[in-house]
């Protein structure tokens, strides 16, 4: 199969985290949302478990009280992020989007929450967390971010969002999500504002690529 590399590149080039361009008046169907899931169950995951589960919330109160959620754990973190957006730093303008977002999360029409089978908690004291971190989170990352480029390619745009997580047992008692599941983050998913995002200032790879030790750079 021959793929047209402008789509491909411009999809993965232009898959952005959209707040302030959320379309908060329109509905989202439940057939789109399936569509861009099945979509992202074609992600890998660790021995191939496919332990992904989807909460999806529609509820008004139950994305009410996720908002109250997301503001009352990421409070501090929300505070620091209004002083710097008044700096008009790069990094400024994303504090003041996330702002905007936390503000207004529950007027977003739908939220997802991707999750988990597993447990970090259950580890043996003094395990390195890095291996076990990587299998439970891989297994459910990749599937985020095909589900949020399924989303962009259909008009639709999400943020990954993770605040809501300093709350998560919060967050597991009013969805009835069982104790041997994690969460790993809540998507706000709308259709978008237009569609015209463009790709990030990122660092030439050439400068965070290394060749056989760290000391080495690629070129
Ligand atoms: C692990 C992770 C956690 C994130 N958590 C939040 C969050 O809680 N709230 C938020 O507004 N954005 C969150 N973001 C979005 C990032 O701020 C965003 O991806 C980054 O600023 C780069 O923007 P871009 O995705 O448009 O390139 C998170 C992103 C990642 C990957």
Not at 37 to 45: D, E, F, I, N, R
Not at 101 to 122: H, S
Request: proline share 6%; hydrophobic share 40%; aromatic share 6%.
């Amino acid at each position: 199969m021959d793929f047209d590399l402008s789509q491909t590149d411009a999809l993965l080039s232009t898959t952005r985290a959209v707040r302030k361009r959320l379309d908060l008046e329109r509905e989202v169907g439940d057939e789109v949302l399936l569509e861009c899931l099945q979509l992202a169950v074609q992600a890998p995951t660790g021995s191939n478990r496919q332990g992904w589960r989807w909460m999806i919330v529609r509820d008004k109160d139950k994305k009410a009280a996720l908002a109250d959620m997301y503001r009352r754990a990421g409070g501090e973190y929300l505070a620091s992020a209004a002083a710097d957006a008044e700096t008009g730093s790069q990094t400024g303008r994303v504090l003041d989007s996330a702002n905007y977002l936390a503000q207004n999360l529950e007027k977003v029409p739908v939220f997802v929450i991707p999750l988990i089978i597993g447990r970090l908690d259950d580890v043996p004291e003094g395990t390195n967390l890095t291996g076990p971190a990587a299998a439970l989170m891989g297994s459910i990352v990749p599937a985020m971010w095909s589900f949020q480029m399924a989303l962009r390619s259909r008009g639709l745009g999400s943020c990954y969002t993770t605040l809501h997580l300093g709350l998560e047992q919060e967050a597991a008692e009013l969805l009835g999500i069982p104790p041997h599941m994690s969460q790993a983050g809540l998507l706000p998913v709308a259709y978008t504002k237009g569609t015209d995002f463009k790709p990030a200032k990122r660092p030439p790879v050439e400068e965070i690529t290394y060749l056989d030790t760290y000391k080495n750079p690629i070129r």
